[in-house]
Antibody, heavy 114, light 110 residues
Framework: EVQLVESGGGLVQPGGSLRLSCEASGFTFSSYWMSWVRQAPGKGLEWVANIKQDGSDKYYVDSVKGRFTISRDNAKNSLYLQMNSLRVEDTAVYYC???????WGQGTLVTVSS | QAGLTQPPSVSKDLRQTATLTCTGNSNNVGNQGAAWLQQHQGHPPKLLSYRNNNRPSGISERLSASRSGNTASLSITGLQPEDEADYYCSAWDSSLSAWVFGGGTKLTVL
């Protein structure tokens, strides 16, 4: 059974940093593109970033370029999102996803507020 | 980045058929088709269909997806109360090098 478990969310002040993690199991992690997708409270889905199987290619939505970094550790079956210079508008539930839409974790809430 | 266009809401009677639409352009929907996701309140999204009409195992045969030009559609026949949810379409945009989502359609089963 495919499982994706996110962690690392929480409350942070504007301008602060946070690192999200996603632990994968139930499939060969190193064989799949992986993504982060977020959903602001009461809003729709927004793709944030994705990363190729070996980490050689990465893509980001314009609004996070230069602030967020996606990475992975295939030996640990883990996906990460380093978020710097956080803004109020980054407040959302962040989902880890395979594909980016095939399987989804339960999400972790990031709240950026003073 | 420009997203895909979905109607905000659709309402249909129990046991009727609902058809949800998703409009993009030749760089996304018109290129590789769209995926469809269902999300119930308080839960993560769930994949219903990918690349137009490939259903993952366990997805009801009452659901079928199609594409005509730059518009993708999801039809749900014999509507049941559990079909009431938000539905999103998504596609890779080759010109943006980005995944794009529609704004979502809230399906209400009356």
């Amino acid at each position: 059974e495919v499982q994706l478990v996110e962690s690392g969310g929480g409350l942070v002040q504007p301008g602060g940093s946070l690192r999200l993690s996603c632990e994968a199991s139930g499939f060969t992690f190193s064989s799949y593109w992986m993504s982060w997708v977020r959903q602001a409270p009461g809003k729709g889905l927004e793709w944030v970033a994705n990363i190729k199987q070996d980490g050689s290619d990465k893509y980001y939505v314009d609004s996070v370029k230069g602030r967020f970094t996606i990475s992975r550790d295939n030996a640990k079956n883990s996906l990460y999102l380093q978020m710097n210079s956080l803004r109020v508008e980054d407040t959302a539930v962040y989902y880890c996803a395979r594909g980016p839409v095939e399987y989804w974790g339960q999400g972790t809430l990031v709240t950026v507020s003073s | 980045q420009a997203g895909l266009t979905q109607p905000p809401s659709v309402s249909k009677d129990l046991r009727q058929t609902a058809t949800l639409t998703c409009t993009g352009n030749s760089n996304n929907v018109g290129n590789q088709g769209a995926a469809w996701l269902q999300q119930h309140q308080g839960h993560p999204p769930k994949l219903l269909s990918y690349r137009n009409n490939n259903r993952p195992s366990g997805i009801s045969e009452r659901l079928s997806a199609s594409r005509s030009g730059n518009t993708a559609s999801l039809s749900i026949t014999g509507l049941q109360p559990e079909d009431e949810a938000d539905y999103y379409c998504s596609a890779w945009d080759s010109s943006l090098s980005a995944w794009v989502f529609g704004g979502g359609t809230k399906l209400t089963v009356l």
